[in-house]
């Protein structure tokens, strides 16, 4: 009596003929294969089966041996009976390649063609060819050995506990056959060209996945109807696959997390407008009819009253306020927050799915095996020289996009200078708003350019690098076109933020544009204001322009060519070749159609985090661009685009670690937002060093009483270099800029250099504090529940006691 686990045999499929079971086998180590023949009988008495299997030696065909193995009941392995085996329908097509008619007139095509098909045929595929006026069309079906292949290939000895089999399998999911067919069709032929190439030269025109089955996500799904309607997650995943689901999974979950944080920041903006009126700042401002401001930029020829921006003023106490600060606390702790529930939610809905275990890497070997039983193992490798290489481009592209934020720069410059230079009455007060409000739209065109170039230079980089599998590919590639986009998104508002109105000089002495234009500065009530136009303007034609042109492009587009096919042709009777004709005048599929949609999200996540001291509103527009983003992505995905091929995941992958780092940068930003552009630390130090409240008094009058006046320089107009140009300049001695320095040399005071001091400390205290309170929360709420982790570790209980169980009984036999 010989143990099975001791011949280290392979099962192979077990096929049921009337009350016995036909096991093949095979041998790990060496090349004997064989069946073993299995009474029926045994597995209905609970003990233990026993089988006599025929070995074959590897130099020839006839069995020379003969050996009694002893099997396990219940070993994990699938059971399939012979001519009764359950499979999907006949006429159940995986895929559906598409040629042009003419190519049926090129004899280098049709050969071209014929030996494609001919490669998938000798792999097990089966075919059909429908062809109407236009196009031929060629329905491809895998054979059922490849996926019993598959099942045998990912049949894992340490998986789940053994335990007794139905006879009959489950059937294999279109989600699995689907992602194997294309898998297959992706890689080279005999003659080293792929499907690819084949496109490239007019063989075939496209091919896809067939949407079949998808009613019942048409009417709980996607529907306009639906936007507040619980997602169906697994249904999703039954036909789109593990991918597409976690992302619908996250973004829903995004979703929901966002309403906490989209209502403090709007209290925080309400609560701006309970002190509209009362705040002693806007006061003075209102009433300061007697101050003077000195002209700003060269497109201000006259002295302008203080008590013109008044209005500016109220505006941006709405969100430079001491709410601010903890707003941005709170944003830092919710991001912690949202990402640590996130990873339990994920954890349910992975062991829900039974992918907790799975392997990536293994299932692409698989895969390769599938097509190519010869497939050699590609090792890891890593190229220094190839590594600097992308380092240098990389920086050389990220150098590109901070440049594109200078070329921002001296657009505001020259539009300033155009719009004065134009004398409109209606832009002559309103200069400064119509450059910001302009320079916004040039920054959002900007951005749609250069995501296009960023993703073609990400690719190439990839290509150069060449990444072992396509999971490492796309990880790679999510890692350098992310890096390219933030730079091109943030890099305008690192600008704005941190350098407007900082590297001027003063009046009299201002720093030049190629000793020409004076730089551009910030409004009179402050850069705050210059951030809040730019971050409300990007975000606000991101969230509706973007979502509308998303919506109505495919839409137009998949109408325009229904139309244009139904004028040329009449509907066919056959019904199958209909389902192909409405399948193929679907928009089409990109492999980058789902990941675009992720790195859309993850920058609405760093508009929604990073800069949100400026912005308290940015939850609240992302909480209702989301719930249409929903549904807009379900429309297009089941309605108007073919069927996405489906992926299998068990994480976000890449995505995870740029949400954790969005969350790190976020803290920075908000943090030196606060320092440096708000008025927040030069209004505390003023309130407890030069104000009336200074050394613990309490004084009748606000504490922030004579503010203003503190914060604002004295210049005088005899230093002007060409003061007869400036309008009203001959009854004007001084007038007031925004700055800490001297009146007496222009230099910066000391003021200055004790709020610098002041302000680095805050940073690096509230980016200390906030990053604690982050470690805190991710320690405090566990990445996976003790539900999840308890079911895995019953799961390894049991099955060593099974084997326990099992190595008992057969040492006593």
Same mark, same amino acid.
């Given at each position: 009596? @010989?143990?099975?686990?001791? &011949?280290?045999?392979? /099962?192979?499929?077990?096929?049921?003929?009337? %009350?016995?079971?036909?096991?093949?086998?095979?041998?790990?180590r060496g090349a004997r294969t064989g069946f073993c023949w299995v009474s029926a009988a045994a597995p209905t008495s609970g003990l233990r089966l026993f089988a006599t299997c025929f070995l074959a030696a590897p130099a020839r065909p006839s069995f020379v041996g003969e050996e009694t193995v002893q099997i396990l009941e219940g070993d994990n392995f699938p059971l399939m009976e012979i001519n009764t085996c359950e499979t999907e329908p006949t006429e159940q097509w995986d895929y559906v390649l598409v040629a042009d008619h003419r190519t049926q007139r090129n004899p280098k095509q049709v050969q071209q063609q014929?030996?494609?098909?001919?490669?998938?045929?000798?792999?097990?595929?089966?075919?059909?060819?429908?062809?109407?006026?236009?196009?031929?069309?060629?329905? @491809?079906?895998?054979?059922? &050995?490849?996926?019993? /292949?598959?099942?045998?290939?990912?049949?894992? %000895?340490?998986?789940?506990?053994?335990?007794a089999e139905l006879a009959r399998p489950t059937p294999i999911p279109a989600t699995t056959r689907i992602r194997i067919v294309n898998f297959i069709l992706n890689c080279k032929t005999a003659a080293g060209e792929t499907f690819e190439d084949l496109v490239k030269d007019r063989v075939f025109e496209?091919?896809?996945?067939?949407?079949?089955?998808?009613?019942?996500?048409?009417?709980?799904?996607?529907?306009?109807r639906k936007m507040f309607c619980k997602q169906p997650i697994d249904n999703i995943r039954d036909y789109f696959g593990e991918k597409v689901a976690l992302y619908f999974a996250w973004l829903g979950w995004y979703t929901y997390m966002l309403a906490p944080a989209a209502l403090v920041g709007l209290v925080v903006f309400l609560s701006g407008f309970s002190l509209f009126e009362a705040s002693q700042i806007s006061k003075e401002i209102c009433e300061a009819h007697d101050i003077l401001m000195c002209p700003r930029g060269d497109h201000s020829r006259r002295y302008q009253r203080l008590s013109d921006t008044c209005t500016f003023a109220k505006l941006t106490h709405l969100f430079d306020n001491e709410g601010t600060v903890l707003f941005a606390i709170f944003m830092a702790l919710w991001a912690t927050v949202f990402l640590e529930l996130w990873k339990r939610q994920r954890a349910r809905v992975v062991l829900h799915w039974d992918l907790y275990g799975w392997d990536e890497e293994q299932e692409e070997m698989?895969?390769?095996?599938?097509?190519?039983?010869?497939?050699?193992l590609r090792p890891h490798q890593h190229s220094f020289l190839r590594s600097t290489v992308i380092l240098v481009l990389s920086l050389f592209m990220i150098c590109l996009m901070i440049g594109m934020a200078h070329v921002l720069v001296v657009y505001r410059v020259l539009a300033a200078a155009l719009f004065s230079s134009l004398a409109l009455p209606f832009l002559e007060e309103q200069v400064t708003t119509a450059v910001v409000v302009t320079g916004a739209l040039v920054q959002y065109v900007t951005i749609v350019i250069m995501t296009k170039i960023n993703k073609r230079v990400a690719l190439k980089l990839c290509d150069f690098e060449k990444p072992r599998t396509f999971s490492e590919r796309e990880r790679k590639f999510t890692v350098k076109f992310f890096t390219l986009q933030f730079f091109a998104h943030f890099s305008s508002l690192v600008y704005i933020a941190f350098i407007l109105g900082r590297i001027n000089g003063h009046p009299g002495k201002s720093t030049r544009l190629a000793g020409l234009w004076r730089l551009e500065e910030c409004h009179l009530s402050g850069c705050m204001m210059d951030l809040f136009v730019q971050m409300a303007i990007i975000m606000g034609l991101k969230q509706t322009l973007s979502n509308c042109m998303e919506y109505l492009g495919p839409w137009l587009a998949h109408k325009c060519r229904s139309v244009a096919a139904s004028a040329r042709s009449h509907a066919s009777r056959d019904p199958e070749l209909r389902e192909w004709q409405r399948n193929y005048l679907l928009n089409a599929v990109t492999p980058f159609s789902l990941f675009d949609e992720f790195m859309e999200m993850m920058m609405q996540y760093g508009f929604t985090t990073i800069f949100v001291a400026a912005f308290p509103l940015a939850p609240?527009?992302?909480?209702?661009?989301?719930?249409?983003?929903?549904?807009?992505?379900?429309?297009?995905?089941v309605r108007l685009q073919r069927r996405l091929v489906p992926r299998k995941a068990k994480d976000m992958g890449t995505w995870l670690q740029v949400l954790e780092t969005i969350g790190v940068l976020a803290v920075i930003a908000n943090g030196m937002v606060i320092a440096f552009t708000s008025e927040f630390i030069p209004r505390v130090v003023y309130k407890y060093r030069y104000g009336p409240c200074r050394r613990g008094a309490h004084p009748p009058i606000d504490c922030l009483t004579g503010y203003i006046n503190h914060s604002l320089s004295v210049f005088y107009t005899k230093d002007f270099q060409d003061p007869v140009r400036i309008e009203g300049s001959e009854n004007v001695t001084e007038c007031r800029y925004r700055d800490y320095r001297n009146a007496h040399d222009y230099n910066l005071s000391e003021q200055f250099w004790f709020l610098l001091a002041i302000r680095l400390a805050f940073v690096i205290l509230f980016e200390h504090v906030a990053l604690c309170i982050k470690l805190v929360a991710a320690w405090f709420v566990p990445d996976v529940p003790q539900s999840v982790k308890n079911r895995v570790l019953e799961e390894k209980y049991q099955r060593l006691r099974d084997k326990m169980r099992f190595s008992t009984k057969s040492t006593d036999v």
């Amino acid at each position: 009596m @010989i143990p099975f686990w001791e &011949t280290r045999l392979r /099962l192979l499929p077990v096929y049921k003929i009337g %009350p016995s079971f036909l096991v093949g086998l095979q041998e790990l180590r060496g090349a004997r294969t064989g069946f073993c023949w299995v009474s029926a009988a045994a597995p209905t008495s609970g003990l233990r089966l026993f089988a006599t299997c025929f070995l074959a030696a590897p130099a020839r065909p006839s069995f020379v041996g003969e050996e009694t193995v002893q099997i396990l009941e219940g070993d994990n392995f699938p059971l399939m009976e012979i001519n009764t085996c359950e499979t999907e329908p006949t006429e159940q097509w995986d895929y559906v390649l598409v040629a042009d008619h003419r190519t049926q007139r090129n004899p280098k095509q049709v050969q071209q063609q014929r030996q494609f098909l001919g490669e998938l045929e000798r792999k097990g595929f089966h075919f059909k060819v429908i062809e109407d006026q236009k196009q031929v069309f060629f329905g @491809i079906r895998a054979d059922n &050995t490849i996926f019993d /292949l598959y099942r045998t290939l990912l049949m894992e %000895p340490e998986g789940p506990a053994p335990r007794a089999e139905l006879a009959r399998p489950t059937p294999i999911p279109a989600t699995t056959r689907i992602r194997i067919v294309n898998f297959i069709l992706n890689c080279k032929t005999a003659a080293g060209e792929t499907f690819e190439d084949l496109v490239k030269d007019r063989v075939f025109e496209t091919r896809f996945p067939l949407h079949k089955g998808e009613e019942d996500l048409k009417t709980e799904w996607a529907q306009w109807r639906k936007m507040f309607c619980k997602q169906p997650i697994d249904n999703i995943r039954d036909y789109f696959g593990e991918k597409v689901a976690l992302y619908f999974a996250w973004l829903g979950w995004y979703t929901y997390m966002l309403a906490p944080a989209a209502l403090v920041g709007l209290v925080v903006f309400l609560s701006g407008f309970s002190l509209f009126e009362a705040s002693q700042i806007s006061k003075e401002i209102c009433e300061a009819h007697d101050i003077l401001m000195c002209p700003r930029g060269d497109h201000s020829r006259r002295y302008q009253r203080l008590s013109d921006t008044c209005t500016f003023a109220k505006l941006t106490h709405l969100f430079d306020n001491e709410g601010t600060v903890l707003f941005a606390i709170f944003m830092a702790l919710w991001a912690t927050v949202f990402l640590e529930l996130w990873k339990r939610q994920r954890a349910r809905v992975v062991l829900h799915w039974d992918l907790y275990g799975w392997d990536e890497e293994q299932e692409e070997m698989a895969l390769e095996l599938i097509n190519c039983s010869d497939y050699k193992l590609r090792p890891h490798q890593h190229s220094f020289l190839r590594s600097t290489v992308i380092l240098v481009l990389s920086l050389f592209m990220i150098c590109l996009m901070i440049g594109m934020a200078h070329v921002l720069v001296v657009y505001r410059v020259l539009a300033a200078a155009l719009f004065s230079s134009l004398a409109l009455p209606f832009l002559e007060e309103q200069v400064t708003t119509a450059v910001v409000v302009t320079g916004a739209l040039v920054q959002y065109v900007t951005i749609v350019i250069m995501t296009k170039i960023n993703k073609r230079v990400a690719l190439k980089l990839c290509d150069f690098e060449k990444p072992r599998t396509f999971s490492e590919r796309e990880r790679k590639f999510t890692v350098k076109f992310f890096t390219l986009q933030f730079f091109a998104h943030f890099s305008s508002l690192v600008y704005i933020a941190f350098i407007l109105g900082r590297i001027n000089g003063h009046p009299g002495k201002s720093t030049r544009l190629a000793g020409l234009w004076r730089l551009e500065e910030c409004h009179l009530s402050g850069c705050m204001m210059d951030l809040f136009v730019q971050m409300a303007i990007i975000m606000g034609l991101k969230q509706t322009l973007s979502n509308c042109m998303e919506y109505l492009g495919p839409w137009l587009a998949h109408k325009c060519r229904s139309v244009a096919a139904s004028a040329r042709s009449h509907a066919s009777r056959d019904p199958e070749l209909r389902e192909w004709q409405r399948n193929y005048l679907l928009n089409a599929v990109t492999p980058f159609s789902l990941f675009d949609e992720f790195m859309e999200m993850m920058m609405q996540y760093g508009f929604t985090t990073i800069f949100v001291a400026a912005f308290p509103l940015a939850p609240l527009l992302a909480l209702f661009s989301n719930l249409v983003e929903i549904r807009l992505d379900a429309i297009k995905m089941v309605r108007l685009q073919r069927r996405l091929v489906p992926r299998k995941a068990k994480d976000m992958g890449t995505w995870l670690q740029v949400l954790e780092t969005i969350g790190v940068l976020a803290v920075i930003a908000n943090g030196m937002v606060i320092a440096f552009t708000s008025e927040f630390i030069p209004r505390v130090v003023y309130k407890y060093r030069y104000g009336p409240c200074r050394r613990g008094a309490h004084p009748p009058i606000d504490c922030l009483t004579g503010y203003i006046n503190h914060s604002l320089s004295v210049f005088y107009t005899k230093d002007f270099q060409d003061p007869v140009r400036i309008e009203g300049s001959e009854n004007v001695t001084e007038c007031r800029y925004r700055d800490y320095r001297n009146a007496h040399d222009y230099n910066l005071s000391e003021q200055f250099w004790f709020l610098l001091a002041i302000r680095l400390a805050f940073v690096i205290l509230f980016e200390h504090v906030a990053l604690c309170i982050k470690l805190v929360a991710a320690w405090f709420v566990p990445d996976v529940p003790q539900s999840v982790k308890n079911r895995v570790l019953e799961e390894k209980y049991q099955r060593l006691r099974d084997k326990m169980r099992f190595s008992t009984k057969s040492t006593d036999v």
